[in-house]
């Protein structure tokens, strides 16, 4: 069956897994009353999806690994769909729980195959548009499950209430696996995948520790043995570091490489995922709980007045990765700055509200926090997994959205212990709106925090290091550079200098960092070559406007060229480039390998069939300037006899 037919099976299960992670905040005040509940109970029916489907999600894409993707898809689909239907004919709220720990059971099964699916079965730009659906499709899910919820607990389908919200994935789940069994490619198992059972275990006992206490403690007056378990948290951490150590040290394969975390971009972008989720599941849960508890909203109203926050995220999730280019990481820290001030806003308009809130006044305020949302959190996994090995991305990504779960679980646990702390004993409007009044600067603190930590990040390899001009969209670009040698360098003069300061300290590094082989040596400077498609733009523009006459900023330009051709003539006094080989003419020779396919790209194109851009171009080309770099080389030494 056609590769068509694979994507929507995928999604919608992508969209499943993703949805009950936020569906059932909206229901937690009607399950609170339907099942005779306490707020930490029912929060734990939150928390007891995202603990199992954060604890095992690395484990779901290695047991994938080992029993086929496909089969560990549609056994993980199956599970939530049965899971599902134990969620909405729970008679208590412990069966609840537990049903909702299954579903994320099947939820870690089920999700980690599904990049695996799209990378095996799509190639070239219909992989890339694959990718960029799965990533709305998230985005989509993320934001939709209050608005989704509020509506299957408006229409109270056959007087059942929060039930349909589990019910619905029945029909859905079971469609979706038949589908999945007939159109899913098979893949073949690989039985020396190693499993970590063990980490996972101590992960997950580690979280429920921390998140037991944060959930019952208040409403329990904090018994010993929960204090004993919050403080058994932290040794149970050391415990699980140790063991992976352990685990890493003996050659065995651990649910979180340590390793990854030597890399100064992964070590500082991990929690910034945890601060980023945590404040986003704080705002979530207590809006709520303030709407529907403490003003007395219908979960549908409520979900109404979320409704400016998820089109605010839809909006910029989906420009989000439009915007790297220009601003790098910091498309995350400008989300998390507007986020903050959104949030700001919305306290201080419940603070002036009290228990006379009608909603629309939270529109605004709402809106613009979707909007930092959004931008904080589209290209999150990108920029934090950016320096890692291309091997290790994969493990990497797993590791990021285990955080971001985990966040989830502590955002429900601390936000929830937060608010009912502040609320205090008054069951009224005014206490309520008081507490998320209070609440919400800590959310937009946890933000500031996440914003504070993008600083310290290390600039990501697709993030443009240049100046202003080189940042800007492709049409903007060649107009900055038009009106610039159109009046002979006095319009923009500062900004070019600025331009050209950044692109000869990018070459002086590159000069002394290129490989001591003449074959690496071509082929390191057409990689590298490949930042500087501005500043080819402008050399070719600059080439037709003034031909072999003075060009501005000359005598800049002249002492990288010089310490270009100083560097391959102290190669040749190595003996490694042939010395009869005039030095001037090499520098020209190398030049044109490395700029030459992507400054006239047409010829490139026209010649060979393929865009300088094309994966397959780059590495012939890169196999030819390497083999025509050893044909450089200089004779071989022989020692002194």
Same mark, same amino acid.
């Given at each position: 069956?056609?590769?068509?037919?694979?994507?929507?099976?995928?999604?919608?299960?992508?969209?499943?897994?993703?949805?009950?992670?936020?569906?059932?905040?909206?229901? !937690?005040?009607?399950?609170?009353?339907?099942?005779?509940?306490?707020?930490?109970?029912?929060?734990?029916? !939150?928390?007891?999806?995202?603990?199992?489907?954060?604890?095992?999600?690395?484990?779901?894409?290695?047991?994938?690994?080992?029993?086929?993707?496909?089969?560990?898809?549609?056994?993980?689909?199956?599970?939530?769909?049965?899971?599902?239907?134990?969620?909405?004919?729970?008679?208590?709220?412990?069966?609840?729980?537990?049903?909702?720990?299954?579903?994320?059971?099947?939820?870690?099964?089920?999700?980690?195959?599904?990049?695996?699916?799209?990378?095996?079965?799509?190639?070239?730009?219909?992989?890339?548009?694959?990718?960029?659906?799965?990533?709305?499709? %998230?985005?989509?899910?993320?934001?939709?499950?209050?608005?989704?919820?509020?509506?299957?607990?408006?229409?109270?389908?056959?007087?059942?209430?929060?039930?349909?919200?589990?019910?619905?994935?029945?029909?859905?789940?079971?469609?979706?696996?038949?589908?999945?069994?007939?159109?899913? @490619?098979?893949?073949?198992?690989?039985?020396?995948?190693?499993?970590?059972?063990?980490?996972?275990?101590?992960?997950?006992?580690?979280?429920?520790?921390?998140?037991?206490?944060?959930?019952?403690?208040?409403?329990?007056?904090?018994?010993?043995?929960?204090?004993?378990?919050?403080?058994?948290?932290? @040794?149970?951490?050391?415990?699980?570091?140790?063991?992976?150590?352990?685990?890493?040290?003996?050659?065995?394969?651990?649910?979180?490489?340590?390793?990854?975390?030597?890399?100064?971009?992964?070590?500082?972008?991990?929690?910034?995922?945890?601060?980023?989720?945590?404040?986003?599941?704080?705002?979530?849960?207590?809006?709520? !709980?303030?709407?529907?508890?403490?003003?007395?909203?219908?979960?549908?109203?409520?979900?109404?007045?979320?409704?400016?926050?998820?089109?605010?995220?839809? !909006?910029?999730?989906?420009?989000?990765?439009?915007?790297?280019?220009?601003? +790098?990481?910091?498309?995350?820290?400008?989300?998390?700055?507007?986020?903050?001030? +959104?949030?700001?806003?919305?306290?201080?308009?419940?603070?002036?509200?009290?228990? +006379?809130?009608?909603?629309?006044?939270?529109?605004?305020?709402?809106?613009?926090?979707?909007?930092?949302?959004?931008?904080?959190?589209?290209?999150?996994?990108?920029?934090?997994?950016?320096?890692?090995?291309?091997?290790?991305?994969?493990?990497?990504?797993?590791?990021?959205?285990?955080?971001?779960?985990?966040?989830?679980?502590?955002?429900?646990?601390?936000?929830?212990?937060?608010?009912?702390?502040?609320?205090?004993?008054?069951?009224?409007?005014?206490?309520?709106?008081?507490?998320?009044?209070?609440?919400?600067?800590?959310?937009?603190?946890?933000?500031?925090?996440?914003?504070?930590?993008?600083?310290?990040?290390?600039?990501?390899?697709?993030?443009?290091?240049?100046?202003?001009?080189?940042?800007?969209?492709?049409?903007?670009?060649?107009?900055?550079?038009?009106?610039?040698?159109?009046? +002979?360098?006095?319009?923009?003069?500062?900004?070019?200098?600025?331009?050209?300061?950044? %692109?000869?300290?990018?070459?002086?590094?590159?000069?002394?960092?290129?490989?001591?082989?003449?074959?690496?040596?071509?082929?390191?400077?057409?990689?590298?070559?490949?930042?500087?498609?501005?500043?080819?733009?402008?050399?070719?523009?600059?080439?037709?406007?003034?031909?072999?006459?003075?060009?501005?900023?000359?005598?800049?330009?002249?002492?990288?060229?010089?310490?270009?051709?100083?560097?391959?003539?102290?190669?040749?006094?190595?003996?490694?480039?042939?010395?009869?080989?005039?030095?001037?003419?090499?520098?020209?020779?190398?030049?044109?390998?490395?700029?030459?396919?992507?400054?006239? @790209?047409? %010829?490139?194109?026209?010649?060979?069939?393929?865009?300088?851009?094309?994966?397959?171009?780059?590495?012939?080309?890169?196999?030819?300037?390497?083999?025509?770099?050893?044909?450089?080389?200089?004779? @071989?030494?022989?020692?002194?006899?």
């Amino acid at each position: 069956m056609s590769s068509r037919f694979v994507l929507p099976v995928v999604l919608a299960g992508t969209f499943m897994a993703i949805l009950d992670v936020s569906i059932v905040v909206v229901a !937690i005040p009607s399950i609170r009353m339907d099942l005779r509940a306490g707020y930490g109970a029912a929060e734990f029916v !939150i928390s007891a999806y995202t603990l199992t489907y954060a604890s095992l999600l690395v484990t779901g894409g290695r047991l994938g690994d080992r029993f086929g993707r496909r089969r560990m898809f549609i056994v993980g689909l199956l599970g939530f769909t049965g899971s599902s239907a134990l969620c909405g004919a729970a008679p208590s709220i412990g069966v609840l729980i537990g049903a909702r720990a299954l579903q994320g059971i099947g939820g870690a099964l089920m999700f980690p195959q599904v990049l695996a699916i799209i990378q095996v079965t799509f190639g070239g730009q219909a992989r890339t548009r694959a990718l960029g659906v799965f990533g709305s499709v %998230i985005g989509i899910a993320a934001v939709a499950g209050q608005l989704v919820g509020g509506v299957l607990l408006a229409l109270n389908v056959f007087g059942l209430t929060w039930r349909p919200l589990f019910l619905v994935n029945v029909p859905l789940g079971a469609a979706a696996a038949l589908a999945a069994a007939r159109v899913l @490619p098979r893949d073949p198992p690989d039985a020396h995948t190693r499993l970590d059972l063990g980490g996972a275990g101590l992960i997950a006992i580690t979280q429920l520790l921390l998140t037991l206490p944060l959930l019952e403690g208040r409403e329990h007056g904090w018994p010993a043995w929960m204090l004993g378990c919050l403080a058994a948290s932290a @040794p149970c951490l050391a415990l699980f570091v140790a063991y992976e150590q352990r685990l890493a040290a003996r050659g065995g394969a651990p649910l979180v490489p340590l390793r990854l975390f030597r890399d100064r971009g992964f070590a500082g972008g991990v929690p910034i995922a945890l601060l980023f989720q945590a404040s986003y599941t704080i705002f979530a849960l207590t809006l709520s !709980i303030y709407l529907q508890a403490g003003l007395g909203f219908s979960p549908l109203r409520a979900g109404a007045v979320y409704t400016p926050d998820a089109i605010g995220f839809f !909006i910029t999730s989906l420009t989000a990765p439009r915007l790297v280019p220009l601003l +790098g990481r910091h498309v995350l820290s400008t989300g998390y700055v507007i986020a903050s001030l +959104g949030l700001l806003a919305a306290a201080a308009t419940a603070a002036a509200a009290g228990s +006379g809130l009608a909603g629309w006044e939270l529109a605004a305020p709402l809106f613009i926090a979707g909007l930092g949302q959004g931008l904080g959190m589209s290209p999150m996994v990108g920029t934090i997994i950016a320096g890692l090995e291309p091997a290790d991305a994969g493990t990497g990504a797993g590791v990021v959205t285990m955080t971001l779960q985990t966040g989830n679980v502590l955002g429900v646990g601390a936000g929830s212990l937060l608010f009912f702390t502040l609320a205090g004993s008054g069951l009224h409007g005014a206490a309520y709106a008081h507490a998320y009044a209070l609440v919400l600067p800590v959310s937009a603190a946890l933000l500031l925090l996440a914003a504070a930590g993008v600083h310290w990040l290390p600039v990501t390899p697709f993030e443009a290091q240049n100046a202003l001009i080189e940042r800007l969209p492709g049409w903007a670009t060649g107009f900055a550079y038009s009106m610039f040698l159109m009046t +002979g360098g006095r319009i923009g003069d500062r900004l070019f200098a600025d331009v050209l300061s950044h %692109i000869t300290e990018r070459r002086l590094r590159r000069t002394g960092e290129a490989p001591e082989d003449p074959g690496e040596f071509f082929a390191y400077h057409f990689d590298a070559m490949g930042e500087d498609g501005a500043w080819l733009n402008y050399l070719e523009r600059e080439a037709l406007t003034y031909g072999t006459g003075p060009i501005p900023h000359e005598h800049e330009r002249l002492p990288v060229i010089q310490a270009q051709v100083d560097e391959i003539r102290r190669r040749q006094n190595a003996g490694l480039i042939d010395p009869r080989l005039d030095p001037r003419l090499v520098r020209l020779l190398g030049f044109a390998l490395a700029s030459y396919p992507r400054l006239l @790209p047409q %010829i490139t194109r026209m010649t060979t069939g393929t865009p300088p851009g094309d994966p397959r171009f780059i590495a012939e080309w890169e196999t030819f300037v390497r083999a025509l770099g050893k044909r450089l080389a200089g004779p @071989p030494q022989t020692g002194h006899t």
